[in-house]
């Protein structure tokens, strides 16, 4: 069975700080990634996915997530912090077979210190 | 751009109460899902639909059942609420495989 750790349940920057939120998952078979965001009283949006081919995935809002295989992580980084980056951000695997669908990450709420 | 849309934000009802949450997409979506939020606890998968009147069970089942009569809408249905329902209820779409999920922004029920 396909499961997603995300270690740091609240990770918090200060404002042009990295962020890094971390995403590790499980999957018997080679994954599809994704990373969603949710602003206050919002429902999910899509930053980025991996499916296949470059490892590098950009997104929206200037994120970008590397998949490392041999390491079955998926984080998420960005090089600058803004005041309006602070949300949830979630980390989602489906396997690439069938129509499964996702697994979620329990969550990071990321805050972003002026 | 994919809209989904839950019929209610904000939902306030009693125990024992029956409730439903609807949940219409317009862009054609085979797939349909209901989730839970809840702090600490993430997402939790409650009953998915692949297709018109077809529905699986997901992770926590228990105390609900769904009902998809057209493609574009599905409904959530709390048969008796209770207060340990009282929780954050999302609703998403996707098209067939696995692509990505496009969310609702939300019903917040609180049962009391």
């Known amino acids: 069975a396909q499961s997603v750790t995300q270690l740091g349940s609240h990770v918090s920057v200060s404002e042009g700080a990295l962020v890094l939120l971390r995403c590790n998952y499980s999957?018997?078979?080679?994954?599809?990634l994704f990373w969603y965001v949710q602003y206050p009283n919002q429902g999910l949006q899509l930053l980025l996915k991996y499916t296949t081919g470059a490892t590098l995935v950009k997104g929206i809002n200037g994120f970008e997530a590397e998949f490392k295989k041999s390491e079955t992580s998926f984080h998420l980084t960005k090089p600058s912090a803004h005041m309006s980056d602070a949300a949830e951000y979630f980390c989602a695997v489906t396997p690439n077979s069938g129509n499964t669908p996702l697994v979620f990450g329990k969550g990071t709420r990321l805050s972003v210190i002026a | 751009d994919v809209k989904v849309t839950q019929s209610s934000r904000y939902l306030v009802k009693r125990t024992g109460e029956k409730v439903f949450l609807e949940c219409v997409q317009d862009?054609?979506?085979?797939?349909m899902f209901w989730y839970r939020q809840d702090p600490g606890l993430g997402l939790r998968l409650i009953y998915f639909s692949y297709d018109v009147k077809m529905k699986e069970k997901g992770d926590i089942p228990e105390g609900y059942s769904v009902s998809r009569e057209k493609k574009e809408r599905f409904s959530l249905i709390l048969e008796s609420a209770s207060t340990n329902q009282t929780s954050m209820y999302l609703c998403a779409s996707s098209s067939r495989g696995r692509s990505p999920l496009h969310f609702g922004n939300g019903t917040r029920l609180t049962v009391t």
């Open positions: 999957s018997s078979v080679p994954p599809y």
């Open positions: 862009m054609d979506h085979e797939n």
